[in-house]
């Protein structure tokens, strides 16, 4: 193996799984240690990796880091539960939608499979899994085809094909990062090009990114901010942030995170004002609710 295929196979194995030991690329790509510690000084010296004892990791806020779908699962958890509360909220039973890969559309997956007469496109792996186990014989669940990135993404050419050929009521998408200037991003080019053919497909466009989101800018841009119909995240997000997305998209939905041990339901921000009135009864087909989100902040001047 060349030294430059070496050094993309290091960075490949950091970018899924956030780090990578010495004694294990060794072994794995039958080279000497002081070889590997070479790869590793130059990827170092570039800037692409940090050198720890042991090994390497990845880069913070690098616009090339991508962790791994096992890796993302474990962070910001009751975040991703509530926000995807929030989403499932806004899908209507017997519609069409599209969904991105993510754990935060993964957490939304779970959810969907107690919405009736849904048809599902998406380029997720986990999303398409979660939702026939489910054996919803009312629900249609189409999974693209493609290559598989280390978010369980299905990218490429065939997957932006396929998209090409579908018309969606709505897209839901999980983002690598937002930012004012840059919009939200992905630090893998592939899935960058499938999720604008995703966006294209539909004439309604919601995105679902937690606070820690904010400020971190991956190599390729899916798409503006205003092209978000509706953008949910948490309370976590600073006011400053608050504001310059309230400004940016059409309506910005925060909300609440429950404790860990309190996940089934998570709560909503409420604006100041009078108790709100007890949530009415679900639509046949759908599970109970909670308290639904409301826009921050609340009022008129979110809306464009």
Do not use: C
């Amino acid at each position: 193996m060349l030294a430059r295929q070496r050094q993309a196979y290091i960075l490949e194995r950091i970018r899924g799984d956030g780090a990578v030991r010495v004694a294990d690329l060794v072994r794995e790509l039958g080279v000497s240690d002081m070889t590997i510690r070479r790869d590793l000084e130059l990827l170092h010296d570039r800037g692409l990796i940090e050198k720890v004892h042991g090994g390497a990791t990845a880069v913070p806020g690098s616009a090339l880091f991508e962790p791994g779908f096992a890796a993302k699962l474990a962070l910001q958890q009751a975040e991703k539960e509530a926000i995807a509360e929030a989403a499932v909220a806004l899908v209507d039973p017997g519609t069409a939608i599209g969904i991105s890969a993510g754990t935060t559309t993964y957490a939304l997956a779970r959810r969907l499979a107690d919405v009736v007469g849904l048809t599902v496109v998406t380029n997720a792996v986990r999303v398409a899994d979660v939702l026939h186990d489910a054996w919803r014989t009312d629900q249609t669940i189409v999974l693209t085809g493609g290559v598989r990135t280390p978010s369980d993404a299905i990218v490429g050419p065939f997957a932006v094909a396929a998209l090409r050929s579908v018309h969606l009521d709505l897209v839901i998408i999980g983002v690598h990062g937002m930012d004012v200037h840059s919009g939200f991003t992905s630090p893998n080019l592939l899935e960058a090009e499938t999720d604008r053919a995703l966006i294209d497909a539909g004439r309604r466009l919601i995105v679902v990114a937690d606070h820690t989101k904010w400020g971190v800018i991956g190599l390729s841009s899916i798409a503006r901010l205003n092209q978000a119909d509706v953008l949910i995240t948490d309370s976590g997000l600073d006011s400053e942030a608050r504001e310059v997305l309230a400004s940016h998209v059409n309506e910005l939905v925060v909300v609440e995170p429950r404790q860990p041990a309190a996940l089934l339901r998570p709560a909503v921000a409420v604006a100041a004002g009078p108790v709100a009135e007890p949530a009415a009864a679900a639509p046949a087909g759908r599970r109970p609710r909670g308290q639904e989100p409301i826009p921050y902040p609340a009022g008129p001047t979110l809306r464009r």
